[in-house]
């Protein structure tokens, strides 16, 4: 029967790109399909450019999912270190950033290169261009396209999640889910910039540009990173991880993390008692930041201890309340997805539809900012390609 394949993987991004490759080398005959001109669209804007590959602090508590065990077998049976030795195997040159981010030396090409690469020696049949109209189960799955109809006893769904649709993402591999009687989550962008309003958007808008290293929290989560000020509210890598977490009410920021703020103050009231508080602040915090605080333009000596006390916990507890985010647009994930109970976690299949598999971004399993989501990706897509 013509066009018909073992395994037809929808989507070439990281996850469908590792799933057609470790399929391929078990000698299953794959067809690889995505709507994009070009596979790895994300791979190629990663990281600056040069693609966060991974993460060698790879565990399933940097993974937000409403069964956090779930990433745990994947995550085990390929590991960091499995990807780090496809890498070196194919003599990309790479560094380790900060907090164990691996990234390339040169372009994040040299990445998808590499997996393309793969897909050619694995016999995979890569076809890019083809809009999927629907996929349906008569008897094997059947993926009706713009170019031809395509049939599989097992489909991979890897279509990504609500992204960055200017790249492309749509709600597809939801939607085939759905249709397939699998529950999907309720979804949200992560690792997204926040957006405020009224008075805490006045303060900030001069702000703009101004970034310092501060620590953000919402309850027990914290991360200690880089934040920035934008004309919308706040960005920077701190803001993008507790974004993840984010689903309404206050943020807590720390301006000062690994100080003792009312100490600090108190101590320099005492051996620079003739210096202004604002000239203490400017000392402390990027020079913009510490006039919008708007502190008494007073001696140190001439500051009451309550008022430096008070202007500490707004330095170490400042209560920020976002508007929302900056959306999908500008969402580098997406939190939520394929419900995990309807998923086999050694797998990625499908419990009461055998045949049907899903990974990466489309399942509700989302990764810290810091190559843990493409970490996600090349897990799940091995174990969907050893299975299917």
């Not at 962008?189 to 919402?218: N, S």
């Not at 708007?294 to 330095?315: E, N, Q, S």
């Not at 190559?371 to 996600?376: A, L």
């Given at each position: ?250 943020i807590e920021l720390n301006l000062l993390p690994g100080q003792d703020a009312s100490s600090l103050l108190l101590d320099r009231k005492r051996t ?117």
């Open positions: 029967m013509p066009n018909t394949h073992d395994i037809i993987v929808l989507g070439a991004g990281a996850a469908g790109l590792m799933c057609a490759i470790s399929a391929g080398q078990r000698g299953r005959r794959v067809l690889l399909l995505d709507h994009a001109a070009e596979p790895g669209a994300k791979i190629l804007i990663s990281g600056g450019g040069r693609c966060n590959f991974t993460n060698t602090g790879t565990t399933p508590g940097r993974f937000i999912s409403h069964n956090p065990r779930f990433a745990r077998s994947a995550l085990d049976r390929f590991a960091p270190a499995d990807f780090i030795a496809l890498v070196q195997r194919h003599r990309i040159p790479f560094h380790e950033k900060t907090l164990g981010q691996l990234f390339c030396d040169g372009s994040a090409r040299a990445i998808v290169a590499m997996l393309l690469a793969e897909t050619q020696a694995a016999h995979v049949d890569l076809r890019l261009g083809h809009k999927i109209g629907s996929l349906t189960k008569p008897d094997d799955f059947r993926v009706e396209t713009d170019r031809g109809t395509f049939r599989a006893p097992s489909v991979v769904l890897a279509a990504g999640g609500l992204s960055i649709p200017k790249m492309g993402a749509t709600g597809f591999a939801h939607d085939a889910a759905r249709r397939f009687g699998l529950r999907v989550t309720e979804t949200r962008p992560g690792l997204v910039p926040l957006t405020f309003e009224g008075a805490q958007l006045d303060m900030m808008r001069p702000l703009a540009g101004v970034a310092l290293d501060a620590e953000t929290a919402i309850g027990r989560r914290t991360f200690r990173e880089a934040a920035l000020f934008t004309h919308r509210g706040m960005s920077g890598p701190a803001i993008l991880q507790i974004s993840s977490y984010w689903t309404g009410g206050p620079r008692p003739k210096v202004e508080l604002t000239t203490i602040l400017a000392e402390l915090l990027p020079r913009r930041l510490a006039q919008a605080l708007d502190a008494p333009a007073t001696r140190l000596a001439d500051t009451p201890d309550r008022v430096l006390k008070d202007l500490a916990v707004r330095l170490q507890a400042w209560a920020v309340t976002p508007s929302g985010t900056e959306g999908y647009a500008k969402a580098e994930v997406t939190v939520g997805g394929i419900d995990t109970r309807d998923l086999s976690s050694k797998t990625m299949e499908a419990t009461k539809v055998p045949g049907l598999f899903a990974i990466g971004e489309a399942v509700d399993v989302t990764g810290w900012l810091g190559g843990y989501n493409f970490q996600w990706a090349w897990a799940s897509g091995w174990c969907a390609g050893q299975a299917a």
